[in-house]
């Protein structure tokens, strides 16, 4: 059985709730990601943040992204997958919440995201073509 640890790209970072998002952007930088998961003061997931929402709900709304924090970011219910979940569960969050980059949870830590990357290199074509046409559905 393919589990979500196996597809997932290992060496995934939060950044904390209360960190600016233009020091968030600098870590994407460093990191060469276009997301990060945030993370409350218990370490615990409350969000995900792109580089689109730092670009389309800071920048192009006008506001000074060293003064707005991650937290403030977060929106909705983040969602995640156990480490020892399977392909089809990973594929079932997925589709199902319409998300294309899902923390990966082991005992309560971050250990990695999956990405469409990650997902292009383990699945069949069949299954890549369900994700992509759940998942880019217009509604």
């Known amino acids: 059985m393919t589990t979500a640890r196996d597809i997932m790209h290992e060496g995934a970072q939060w950044v904390p709730a209360h960190e600016t998002l233009d020091r968030a952007a600098q870590l994407m930088r460093d990191l060469d ?19 689109r929402d730092i670009v389309v709900g800071c920048v192009a709304m006008g506001h000074d992204p060293a003064r707005i924090t991650c937290g403030e970011m977060a929106k909705g219910t983040p969602r995640w997958i156990d480490a020892g979940a399977d392909v089809g569960a990973v594929l ?4 199902g919440h319409q998300i294309r980059r899902l923390p990966v949870i082991d005992n309560k830590r971050l250990v990695g995201m999956i990405s469409e ?3 292009a290199q383990h699945l069949t074509d069949d299954q890549l073509k369900a994700f992509c046409e759940s998942v880019y559905a217009t509604s």
């Open 92 to 95: 079932q969050e997925m589709q």
């Open 117 to 119: 990357a990650d997902l």
């Open 33 to 51: 990601v276009g997301a990060l998961p945030i993370a409350d003061e218990n370490e615990r997931l409350c969000g995900i943040l792109t580089d």
